[in-house]
Nanobody, 124 residues
Framework: QVQLVDSGGGLVQAGGSLRLSCAASGRTFSAYTMGWFRQAPGKERECVAA????????YYTNSVKGRFTMSRDNAKNTVALQMNSLKPEDTAVYYCAGGVLSTRYVSPSDYLYWGQGTQVTVSS
């Protein structure tokens, strides 16, 4: 299995940037589709971004397109989420996740492994 540890959250003003990182350990990291999810209080966990095992295809939810960029480095067993032009509505706990299928990646149920979460707070 894969263990994921995510980090990089913090408090920033609107318009600022943060880079979230996720370090993976365990077997066959490069075979997994990876995603970033976020969950705000009282709301469902939503998929922010996802990337296929080979890094060729990426997905972003509409609200973050043009502002967030997901990447992976299979050689270093890491994934990242660069978040620019942050807005207060981006405030949430962010989780990295590892899945299996490249064709299913939007739902939390598509993922087997999860990081512990890192808090992102964007002030007005």
């Amino acid at each position: 299995q894969v263990q994921l540890v995510d980090s990089g959250g913090g408090l920033v003003q609107a318009g600022g940037s943060l880079r979230l990182s996720c370090a993976a350990s365990g077997r066959t990291f490069s075979a997994y589709t990876m995603g970033w999810f976020r969950q705000a209080p009282g709301k469902e966990r939503e998929c922010v971004a996802a990337i296929t095992w080979d890094g060729i295809n990426t997905y972003y939810t509409n609200s973050v397109k043009g502002r967030f960029t997901m990447s992976r480095d299979n050689a270093k067993n890491t994934v990242a989420l660069q978040m620019n032009s942050l807005k207060p509505e981006d405030t949430a706990v962010y989780y990295c996740a590892g899945g299996v299928l490249s064709t299913r990646y939007v739902s939390p149920s598509d993922y087997l492994y999860w990081g512990q979460g890192t808090q992102v707070t964007v002030s007005s």
